[in-house]
């Protein structure tokens, strides 16, 4: 399957652009840059965790992967569920 998954891969790479995309100049909105929000130490690993993606437990901070919680986690094969016990 892989040594199939590599010939596929290799054969679309060998057909010209202008048959695969639609190729055209387009106007694009540059997005605004994105806020800068506040950092906290996990207490469990010691890194620094972005307020958004910390987990408050009392008065202490825990990054995702030491707060036993489950969270979605994004790769190059798409977003998948880390579930913790
Ligand atoms: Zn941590």
Not at 36 to 46: P, R, Y
Not at 63 to 79: H, K
Request: some cysteine; aromatic content about 10%.
């Amino acid at each position: 399957m892989l040594d199939l998954n590599r010939r596929h891969c290799f054969e679309i790479l060998n057909i010209p652009a202008e048959k695969i995309f639609h190729l055209k100049h387009v106007k694009v909105e540059i997005p605004s840059y994105s806020r800068i929000l506040a950092s906290h130490i996990c207490t469990g690993c010691g890194e620094k965790v972005m307020e958004t993606k910390a987990v408050k437990r009392g008065e202490v901070y825990y990054c995702l992967n030491c707060s036993e919680s489950s969270y979605g986690q994004l790769d190059w094969a798409g977003i998948y569920w880390l579930e913790k016990s």
